[in-house]
């Protein structure tokens, strides 16, 4: 049974989550308008550099479609870099433990990931790239692939917020001052704390020591902290080392575990708040919020009472299996829920080892697209989707065309937000359909029936979601699945954002309406309520039946005394 003092930790999260949300997310509409801050004049230098180091004028505006060329060539060159940087890497510095280059399939894979801001890995990270590939390779694009989704964010908010325009500003100067003024400072604050506390931050190689036993072991070391600071804060996840937040040098106390979890949902949370700013809409964003609260608590509730109930299989409750002795269930529970909701993917326990539910749940949460906070700036955008296909409903429900903060949703818009959420569940829901039959896809699994039909679907959920964490089980490291996941990362990233990108130049192009008794309110509990039903009904019932065919039938199985 859960304990008071579990009961405590859980509480005090989600109050600190609430307490940190308006004061940073005024800080961040602050930043994004331009105006000075108390950072301006730490860092203001380095974002004047830049732009005169890279030839960018950051008041220059740009239309939707220069916007997205922008984003997709920056992207693209991002891409490139992290490929050739794997596959030449044993020609490069900074490799004490001479690892050798890697091979096409998972170079691919790779760069994919960290350019879309997923962060899957099929590989172990401390076997296979060396310090310079993590830090000049990887952190970079932790950083970059988080300030493209704070990024398209803005452009969203801005095409809202704006009238009779074309112009939603500045991929590059967002670019910048999301990672200048955010990301950046944030992420060295973070650093200076896990070191303080033990996190591994060292260009010393492996080394190799005798146990008590008397046997000889390897202990991997490196740059960890600088990268698990800013996988975290900008929802990157992935791990510097193969165990990730569950291995002692990268998460070795309670308070960086407390810390780390708190980052998973923070900047998030905190950028919902910064969209009401931007949009003049302050009562708004607290409903998104509350809606997206209360998913989180639902899912989180499940959770911990299916990890409580007895299992009839091994006759306990609570079990072990999988979790750290040191952070328990509770923390292990609510580190799966807060990560498969904010597109992060990092774990500090195995989901594999979760029972049928609490996995079940990791999973809607990631078939959702990401939206019960989720990825920084990916989260709100995401929303959107649903936010915009609600107000449509209700447009009809009251016989006028439908307007959300002033602007009318028309066809246009409704059909980019439909393309936005269909293209990651076909994603999904086709490429689990062909591992499923095919003897490359079924050749990596390591457990038959429902768990293994989970297996394979967690991992085209994740990667469509842009997630990154892994059911375990799944031998994913094949040129099979590193492509086939692969594409579907860029699916999931630029399906959306793409769409979201339109919508925003047919926003900014319109008028606003006045508010009038025939305009539905956005603001109001029962515009809450219209929220979680649309995505409960219009998201959640797609992947119904793979729920059933996986986490839910294992579910009924292991009540009835079966396990695979």
């Known amino acids: ?36 801050t108390f950072l301006s004049p730490v860092v203001g230098w380095l974002e004047r550099l830049t732009y005169k180091l890279s030839g960018i004028d950051p ?33 490069l510095p900074l490799n004490p433990q001479q690892l050798a280059d890697v091979s096409w399939h998972l170079a691919f894979n790779t760069a994919v990931s960290f350019m879309t801001n997923t962060n899957w890995q099929s590989y172990a990270g401390e076997v296979t790239l060396s310090y310079f590939v993590q830090m000049i390779g990887l952190t970079v694009q ?24 074309t112009d939603i500003g500045n991929f590059w100067t967002d670019l910048v001052r999301s990672t200048v003024y955010v990301l950046l400072p944030l992420s060295i604050l973070f650093t200076i704390v896990l070191v303080s506390e033990g996190t591994v931050q060292t260009f010393s190689g492996y080394q190799t020591i005798t146990t008590l036993e008397g046997a000889q072991q390897t202990i991997p070391l490196g740059p960890a902290a600088s990268q698990v600071a800013i996988k975290q804060l900008g929802s990157n996840g992935g791990g510097f ?101 904010a597109s992060n993917g990092s774990v500090n326990a195995m989901h594999d080892s979760m029972s049928p539910l609490s996995g079940a749940v990791a999973m809607i949460n ?38 959300y903060l002033g602007k009318k949703i028309e066809s246009f818009e409704v059909r980019m937000a439909a393309i936005a959420m269909l293209l990651p569940s076909v994603g999904i829901l086709i490429f689990t359909a062909i591992a499923c039959i095919s003897e490359a896809g079924l050749a990596g699994l390591n457990n038959q029936g429902p768990h293994g039909f989970s297996e394979i679907l967690y991992a085209f959920a ?98 009835n005394g079966q396990v695979f």
Not at 75 to 85: D, K
Request: proline share 4%; net charge neutral.
């Open 142 to 165: 932790n950083f970059v692939s988080a300030a493209t989704g704070i990024a398209i964010m803005l452009a969203l908010v801005r095409g809202i917020a704006r009238k009779t325009t």
């Open 1 to 36: 049974m859960i304990t008071i003092a579990e009961i405590v930790q859980l509480v005090f999260y989600a109050v600190v989550l609430l307490l940190l949300t308006p004061p940073l997310g005024k800080l961040m509409a602050k930043i994004f308008e331009g105006e000075k």
């Open 241 to 341: 080392f193969n165990m990730n937040s569950a291995y002692p040098y990268e998460n070795p106390t309670p308070l960086t575990n407390f810390l780390e979890m708190l980052s998973l949902l923070l900047l998030a949370s905190a950028l919902v708040y910064t969209f009401g700013i931007m949009a003049k809409a302050k009562r708004h964003a607290w409903v998104v919020w509350g809606v997206m609260f209360f998913m989180f608590a639902s899912g989180l509730t499940v959770s911990l009472w299916s990890e409580y109930t007895t299992n009839p299989v091994t006759g306990v409750a609570g079990g072990m299996e999988g979790k750290e002795t040191r952070f328990g269930v509770a923390n292990s529970i609510l580190w799966s829920v807060a990560t498969t909701d």
């Open 366 to 403: 990631m078939k959702l697209g990401e939206i019960i906070f989720g990825g920084v700036g990916a989260g709100m955008y995401g929303m959107m989707i649903f936010i915009l296909l609600t107000v449509f409903i209700a447009g009809l429900m009251v016989g006028r065309t439908p307007e």
């Open 462 to 559: 994740s990667t469509a979601g842009n997630n990154g964490s892994a059911f375990a089980g799944l031998t994913a490291s094949t040129p099979f699945y590193d492509t086939l996941l692969g594409i579907n990362m860029l699916i999931g990233r630029f399906g959306v954002i793409i769409p979201m990108l339109a919508i925003a130049g047919s926003l900014a192009k319109k008028k606003i309406t006045p508010f009038s008794s025939g305009t539905f309110p956005t603001d109001t509990f029962l515009f809450g309520l219209l929220l979680l039903g649309t995505i409960l009904i219009v998201g959640a019932l797609t992947f119904f039946p793979t729920q059933v065919l996986g986490p839910i039938v294992e579910h009924f199985l292991m009540l």
């Open 59 to 91: 008041n220059e505006e740009m239309n939707w479609k220069t916007y997205m060329w922008a984003m997709l060539a920056f992207n693209f060159f991002g891409f490139t870099v992290v490929f050739l940087l794997q596959f030449f890497q044993s020609h």
